[in-house]
């Protein structure tokens, strides 16, 4: 349960954290032009792609109410963050194969978060949009049990 809440608690900060990895990663191992890919796609797409996953990941009812995330988001987040360090160490022989796995598995994951989303708010529609009490109307329209006095007017049609 530590493990699922600390990455419940870790999603926010990765938005921030990955992407200076990136930079870090392509000043320490020297990338060279390559920093005008971290620059300019890298860094934009892994911020804004780990802040709609957290969003997505954060709007489930489970996880708003437990703060914890599922064993599905803990597989799914640890094998994109790791692809994600992995490609901001650019390793020659490795840099395209890792950077192909890291946004397969994002895709991935955003698929994933749609589907729990999805089926978390299955058959909730009701609830959600719930504004009264519905189980105050009777059927038949039938008058609910007050104490209040109701008076209906009903307007006809002039005729000349």
């Known amino acids: 349960m530590w493990l699922r809440e600390a990455f419940f608690r870790w999603l926010f900060p990765a938005a921030f954290v990955l992407p200076a990895w990136l930079i870090l990663g392509g000043i320490v191992f020297r990338a060279g032009w390559g920093m005008l890919w971290v620059l300019f796609i890298a860094v934009p797409s892994v911020f804004l792609g780990q802040l709609l996953l957290t969003v997505l990941t954060r709007s489930r009812p489970s996880v708003r109410t437990d703060r914890v ?22 390793i020659e ?48 329209g039938a008058r609910a049990d007050s104490d209040h006095e109701v008076i209906v007017i009903r307007e006809s049609e002039i005729r000349d």
């Open 69 to 90: 995330v599922s064993w599905w988001d803990v597989l799914g987040f640890s094998l994109w963050h790791l692809l994600t360090i992995a490609v901001g160490c650019f």
């Open 93 to 140: 022989g490795a840099f395209a194969w890792l950077l192909t796995g890291a946004i397969v598995v994002g895709i991935a994951l955003i698929w994933l978060q749609l589907w729990q989303l999805w089926n978390e708010a299955r058959g909730s529609g009701t609830r959600i949009r719930e504004t009264i009490a519905w189980t105050s109307i009777r059927d038949g």
